[in-house]
């Protein structure tokens, strides 16, 4: 199964890529309390 996931990302990893960067949310719009929270 996870091969499947894999070669999936790989056939269009382009487009995912793209989608990531599309919807990242920008870095001044996250919480502090958050920004902690995942560095831990």
């Known amino acids: ?3 499947d996931a894999l ?3 790989l056939d269009t990893q382009e487009e995912i890529n793209t989608y ?3 919807t ?3 870095e001044y719009l996250i ?3 958050v920004k902690a929270a ?3």
């Open 1 to 3: 199964m996870s091969f």
């Open 7 to 9: 070669s999936f990302y």
């Open 20 to 22: 990531f960067e599309r």
């Open 24 to 26: 990242r949310i920008a």
């Open 31 to 33: 919480h502090p309390a």
């Open 38 to 40: 995942i560095i831990k």
